[in-house]
């Protein structure tokens, strides 16, 4: 039975939300991502988020199962040396 790689399916999410958000993912990192049903060659999904500041959440579902959860966080940027 052929299921669809997890790197392949988080891959797919994170162009999504990069194209829906108009987010520069170089400035983003996955902080949390569960894998929860297998999803199978001809499966529908469905992906839905919500965004904070900092923040990017993610659910993926196939039918009325979650596929996916997860979330994106900011990267900050480095402190200045001696601060």
């Known amino acids: ?3 669809l790689p ?7 999410v994170l162009h999504l939300v990069q194209l ?3 987010l520069d993912l170089v400035e ?3 902080a949390a ?6 999803v ?3 499966d529908v999904l469905t992906m839905e988020h919500t965004a904070a500041s900092d923040t990017v959440r993610f659910a993926v579902r ?7 959860t997860g979330s994106l ?3 900050r940027p480095a402190a200045p040396d001696g601060a």
Do not use: I, N, S, T
């Not at 997890?6 to 797919?12: H, K, M, P, S, V």
């Not at 991502?33 to 297998?38: G, H, I, R, Y």
């Not at 196939?62 to 996916?68: E, F, K, P, Q």
């Open 62 to 68: 196939v039918a009325d199962r979650l596929a996916l």
């Open 73 to 75: 966080a900011r990267l």
């Open 20 to 22: 829906e958000l108009a």
């Open 6 to 12: 997890g790197a392949l399916l988080l891959d797919e």
């Open 40 to 42: 199978r060659p001809g």
């Open 1 to 3: 039975m052929p299921v």
């Open 28 to 30: 983003w990192q996955v």
């Open 33 to 38: 991502a569960k894998f929860l049903e297998p």
